[in-house]
Every structure is written in C-alpha cells, then in structure tokens.
C-alpha cells in the first residue's frame, strides 16, 4: 500500500454532502503523519476548480501548478474522513505556504 503524508493532493472519490452522488476530484490530505500511522483512514479537505464561489474556510490555492492541479483550484472548508483504499493516486503536493494558509484557515473555521 502507498503511504500518503499530510499535504498530499489526491484523487478520490468525493460523496456530495446530501449524498445524492459522488463524484472523482481532488482532496487535500489534512490529517497527521502520526494520525496515519495508527490508522488505515486520512481525514481530507475536498478541492474545487470553482474560483468563483468562495465560503468560509475555503482557500484559494496560490501555487495550484506546483500543487500538481490542471487548473486554479480551492481547498475547500468541506472535510471527509475517508479510507486510504478510496485513494486513486497521488497527484502532487501542497507547497508549504500554501499548507500554512489552509492550516490557518481550519483553525478559524473550526474554532481551534
């Protein structure tokens, strides 16, 4: 089984929230490495191509290319814990201040 680390982006199959579907994006792996490491799960921010539409606790992602993204894309504040079996492949990782950003931005929306 591949290890995914915190920062990774990933393509998994995302359930929409009213469960209605679900459909294959890209997803932040949020979790820790020690979270991982007890655990067959990672717990992932769910991104979207739709820069338009902006809520709270979603961030747009400066270095989306570096990031391994085809397009301009937000991390949004839409969380999901999810089996590391329902991890398609890696895509790339965050860059570092970009990751900082989003932790900032968890924080805030989960009153950490």
């Known amino acids: ?4 680390e915190r ?14 579907g679900a459909k294959r994006r890209p997803a932040l792996i949020i979790s820790s490495d020690a979270y991982h ?3 067959q799960d990672v717990i992932v921010s769910a991104i979207t191509s ?7 606790g979603d961030y747009i992602i400066a270095d989306w290319k570096g990031a391994g993204l085809l397009y301009p894309s937000v991390a ?4 999901r814990t999810i089996k590391e079996t ?3 492949r890696r895509l790339g990782s965050m860059t570092e201040p970009d990751l900082e950003a989003i932790d900032r931005g968890l924080r805030r929306a ?3």
């Open 76 to 79: 949004t504040g839409i969380l």
């Open 50 to 56: 739709n820069t338009r539409r902006r809520l709270f």
């Open 37 to 39: 490491r007890a655990r």
């Open 1 to 4: 089984m591949i290890a995914y």
């Open 86 to 88: 329902m991890i398609a």
């Open 7 to 20: 920062g990774n982006i990933v393509l998994v199959s995302f359930v929409f929230s009213d469960e209605s």
């Open 110 to 112: 989960l009153r950490l």
